[in-house]
Nanobody, 127 residues
Framework: QAQLVESGGGSVQTGASLRLSCVGS????????VGWYRQAPGQEREFVAA????????RYTDSVQGRFTVFRNNDKKTAYLQMNNLQPEDTAVYYC????????????????????WGQGTLVTVSS
């Protein structure tokens, strides 16, 4: 079973960039699809982006399309979420999760019973 640790969150101004990392400990990290999700205060957790096990497939929610890029390096057992042109509405705790099933990773609403979840990293964007 994969274990995941996120990092890279922080407090930034509108228009800034951040790169989140999600390091996996599974023996074969490359088997796992990885999704990024976020939860703002008082709101439900929502899907943000996902990358398939091979890195060839990606998916984004509409609000981040063109600003965020998801990718991975399986040799480093790490998935990334590059976030550009951050806006105050991007403020949330960001989580990565992994699952062998692509459909579960990109499901809306979020499929909470994914195989592994990270602990979350806080992103705060101020205007």
């Amino acid at each position: 079973q994969a274990q995941l640790v996120e990092s890279g969150g922080g407090s930034v101004q509108t228009g800034a960039s951040l790169r989140l990392s999600c390091v996996g400990s599974a023996p074969v990290f490359s088997d796992w699809n990885v999704g990024w999700y976020r939860q703002a205060p008082g709101q439900e957790r929502e899907f943000v982006a996902a990358v398939s096990w091979s890195g060839d497939g990606t998916r984004y929610t509409d609000s981040v399309q063109g600003r965020f890029t998801v990718f991975r390096n399986n040799d480093k057992k790490t998935a990334y979420l590059q976030m550009n042109n951050l806006q105050p509405e991007d403020t949330a705790v960001y989580y990565c999760a992994a699952d062998l099933n692509w459909g579960r990773i990109i499901a809306k609403p979020v499929y909470n019973n994914l195989e592994a979840w990270g602990q979350g990293t806080l992103v705060t964007v101020s205007s």
